[in-house]
């Protein structure tokens, strides 16, 4: 009889224990989960500042090459101008 008492005392221990570590280790899987729910966050936090600031740049060097673009197309058209008005002059030259 004391042997049973003592194996039942034991198996009740045993599911004691199991059922601690089962709860630990839910525990420790819910602080994972979480910890990398952060680091996910984390990531494309980072990932949209980047993403931001490439479009920055972008934007940024767009808007030099349209300035650019402009400047380069008005001295072409200065120049276009200055030519006819130099063909102009030497046309009435020889009038």
Known sequence: MDNILKLETDI????????QKIDSLKEHKREAE????????ELLDRQQIDL?????????????????????????????KLFQEEMDMERRKHE
């Open 12 to 19: 009740h221990q045993n599911e004691l224990t199991a059922k």
């Open 34 to 41: 979480a910890n990398n729910a952060n680091k996910r966050k």
């Open 52 to 80: 931001e600031k490439k479009r920055n740049e972008y934007s940024s060097k767009m808007l030099e090459d349209a300035s650019l673009f402009q400047q380069l197309q008005a001295r072409k058209d200065q120049n276009r």
